[in-house]
């Protein structure tokens, strides 16, 4: 997994978004978090795209993103709950006669994991997850991350830092 860092002026953002546009285009993109830098006149957006190369070194060429081995994207435990949130989310699926991804893709999933949520308010942080989702699903997905990410001895909710 690598990284790459973006600085995006505020007042004049057109050619750093066209380079990180470029650069998420041609990338299998893991992650990505901004963080607002407030300078005045040279405030800015800090962008941190998180990346795994594909099988042959090169970047998709078509439309579609190749999909990404969480595997390689997350540590041994990290994974075994992420497999566990899908065999949850599979079952529901089931339940419910919908696709599985309409409860959560498996990029949410992951982010679920890397950013150790445990409550409903940071499970609605998550791109593409509205209160429908958490108000329907996310007792029994936050039970399995509550249980299964606690830290001895530490808060079990590790939140992002707010600028």
Not at 15 to 30: E, G, I, M, P, S
Not at 146 to 159: C, F, H, I, N, S
Request: charge should be negative; hydrophobic fraction near 45%.
């Amino acid at each position: 997994m690598r990284m790459q860092f973006f600085h995006v002026p505020a007042l004049a953002p057109e050619a750093a978004q066209t380079a990180l546009d470029a650069f998420c285009a041609q990338h299998r993109v893991v992650t990505l978090e901004k963080h607002f830098v407030v300078q005045g006149d040279a405030s800015y957006w800090a962008v941190c795209v998180t990346w795994v190369e594909s099988a042959a070194g090169v970047a998709p060429t078509s439309g579609r993103r190749d999909k990404v081995d969480y595997r390689e994207v997350l540590n041994e435990q990290d994974f075994a709950v992420f497999a566990e949130l899908r065999n949850l989310r599979k079952m529901l699926a089931e339940r419910e006669g919908v696709p599985a991804y309409a409860l959560f893709t498996n990029e949410q999933l992951a982010e679920m994991v890397q950013r150790r949520v445990a409550s409903a308010a940071a499970l609605s942080e998550i791109e593409g997850v509205g209160k429908a989702r958490v108000e329907r699903h996310g007792a029994a997905f936050l039970s399995i991350l509550t249980r299964q990410l606690q830290v001895p001895g530490k808060d079990a909710q590790r939140e992002t830092p707010q600028d």
